[in-house]
């Protein structure tokens, strides 16, 4: 199971961080990654990071966004900075195991909301 907080309202140019706990083993054999699904849009992956530590991030986030992973808490984490108010999206966590092709198991998603 997954369990994503700290999303909230924010306005332009401010920070939230993200986190994603895992329960029921260890995420040490599991790509992680962070989408998002703005209303009316498609749902997109944001960042992801592998069970070795590479990290993909999207354009649209680039310089702004960081995802990290603590293996040892069964956490990830997305850092998001100068936020703007096109990153207003439920955001979802989501992981794989390393062989997977698909991503298989997914969080409650949080809020996040950005005011101009």
């Known amino acids: 199971q997954l369990q994503a907080s700290g999303g909230g309202l924010v306005q332009s140019g401010g920070s939230l961080r993200l986190s994603c706990a895992a329960s029921?083993?260890?995420?040490?054999?599991?790509?992680m990654g962070w989408f998002r699904q703005a209303p009316g849009k498609d749902r997109e992956l944001v960042v992801s990071i592998t069970s070795r530590g590479s990290t993909y991030c999207a354009d649209s986030v680039k310089d702004r966004f960081t995802v990290a992973r603590d293996n040892a808490k069964s956490t990830v984490s997305l850092q998001m900075n100068n936020l703007k108010p096109e990153d207003t999206a439920v955001y979802y966590c989501?992981?794989?195991?390393?062989?997977?092709?698909?991503?298989?198991?997914w969080g409650q998603g949080t809020q996040v909301t950005v005011t101009s």
């Open positions: 989501a992981t794989r195991f390393v062989t997977a092709t698909s991503w298989t198991y």
């Open positions: 029921g083993g260890t995420l040490k054999m599991y790509d």
